[in-house]
């Protein structure tokens, strides 16, 4: 059996039908007016800030209840604040009521009992989830979701190449290698731990490594120098072909895309597969520039909204989350023109009305279609984020 369809079955063993909500969802409509909540969320993209500006208006006027978009740059620093007020015994009043979490930082809050929940269940828009066939609104890098963060939007590993100045991009890690022998000085990554940086050694390893599955389990339970050599062999052939000669690294995905439309490089990365139609509309990049991805597979996951414990404000957060999980919510965020964020729902759950809506959405000029973005890689367990980082900073940052 694939894994994709253990992934499935063992969510719905977990989860049930996911398709029962509770009676009281009125009470919690109610009770959310007037509230405010503070929604912790990355403030890097002027794009997605919008997008979040029009949704918290939009549940201000419905529900009466305020969102405060707290702009953060490391969500993993948020995460650090919740842990100390647990241990500061601030259990109301906490300073964070939603957060725009996954992956590493979702199972350190798990762990350590700082979310609230189980309330997706909760959730009436909940039902319309692609629970069946989009495993990784389940399992979050690995971690049962376990109903303790709501969905609400898609990514994946996409790469972008200037193609008037390549005439051909790659289609897997062994062919970056010739690439940047090719065109040398044209190649970069950024350093991890930026999230884009620890994304990129985590593909080159899927792609690289002997077992995939290897990567699957807790880091603990594998030889990490045997798994990893070949990591370390390809980077030690890149980057001395890289931009500076792999001297300095950018600090993430916005430096890249500058260097990009400077023709200081001839290839960049992004997690968004609309990144690249947006930034040639808002003169960001120049329209030669092309999405594409890998062969076999880049990686792909769901990004969610939590409750911290301790928030005042948890139906405020509900209905909040609730909307972004709605229809109208996650149509327009699916707009190429607004942020092109593929959708967490399923589109044959919803009426005629909105499955001709999202049928009709036009692609940008460098989006790739649903067919073309090819296989989603499923994300390593969460513990080789920090093995992978310290590793890398150890052997290139001394």
């Known amino acids: 059996m694939k894994r994709t369809s253990i992934l499935v079955l063992l969510g719905l063993m977990l989860f049930g039908t996911v398709t029962v909500f509770a009676d009281d969802w009125s009470v919690i409509t109610k009770k959310a007016r007037g509230q405010t909540i503070y929604f912790n969320a990355w403030g890097g993209s002027d794009v997605i800030n919008d997008y979040i500006r029009w949704a918290a208006d939009e549940v201000n006027k419905r529900y009466k209840v305020t969102v405060k978009h707290v702009k953060v740059t490391d969500i993993g620093d948020v995460v ?6 647990k241990s500061a015994n601030r259990d ?3 300073s ?5 979490i996954n992956g590493e930082n979702f199972r350190a809050m798990k762990d350590n009992k700082l979310l609230f929940g189980p309330f997706t269940d909760k959730l009436p828009n909940y039902r319309l ?3 069946e066939n989009k495993p990784t609104v389940l399992f979050d890098f690995t971690t049962p979701v376990d109903h303790m963060e709501a969905p609400w939007g898609m990514a994946q590993l996409v790469f972008m190449v200037d193609t008037a100045r390549a005439d051909w991009h790659p289609a897997n890690m062994n062919q970056l290698l010739r690439f940047a022998k090719e065109f040398p000085g ?7 731990p930026s999230f884009f940086g620890t994304t990129f050694l985590k593909q080159a390893l899927l792609e690289l490594v002997i077992d995939r599955e290897t990567l699957y389990q807790p880091v603990e339970q594998s030889d990490f120098n045997l798994v990893t050599a070949p990591l370390w062999k390809f980077l030690d052939e890149l980057h001395p072909l ?6 300095t690294f950018t600090s993430g995905a916005p430096e890249m895309k500058q260097l990009l439309n400077d023709g200081e490089i001839f290839v960049s990365l992004s997690f968004s597969p609309n990144d690249a139609s947006n930034a040639i509309i808002n003169g960001e990049l120049p329209d030669s520039i092309r999405t594409y991805v890998h062969t076999e597979g880049t990686i792909g996951n769901t990004h969610f909204v939590a409750i911290p414990f301790n928030s005042d404000a948890k139906e405020g957060a509900m209905v909040f989350a609730n909307f972004l999980l709605s229809p109208e919510a996650q149509l327009r965020k699916a707009e190429s023109t607004i942020w092109g964020d593929p959708t967490v729902l399923s589109v044959n759950k919803l009426d005629p009305k909105d499955r001709k809506r999202f049928a009709n959405l036009p692609l940008g000029v ?3 279609s649903s067919s073309e973005l090819g296989k989603v890689l499923l994300e390593p367990d969460a513990s080789w984020v920090s093995a992978l980082e310290k590793a890398w900073l150890k052997r290139y940052y001394q």
């Open 80 to 85: 650090s604040r919740i842990l100390a007020e």
């Open 92 to 94: 109301t009043g906490g």
């Open 96 to 100: 964070v009521d939603l957060i725009w």
């Open 129 to 131: 989830v692609d629970v």
């Open 186 to 192: 044209r190649v970069t990554y950024p350093a991890p």
């Open 242 to 247: 890289m931009w500076r000669k792999g001297a």
């Open 366 to 368: 460098a989006t790739l």
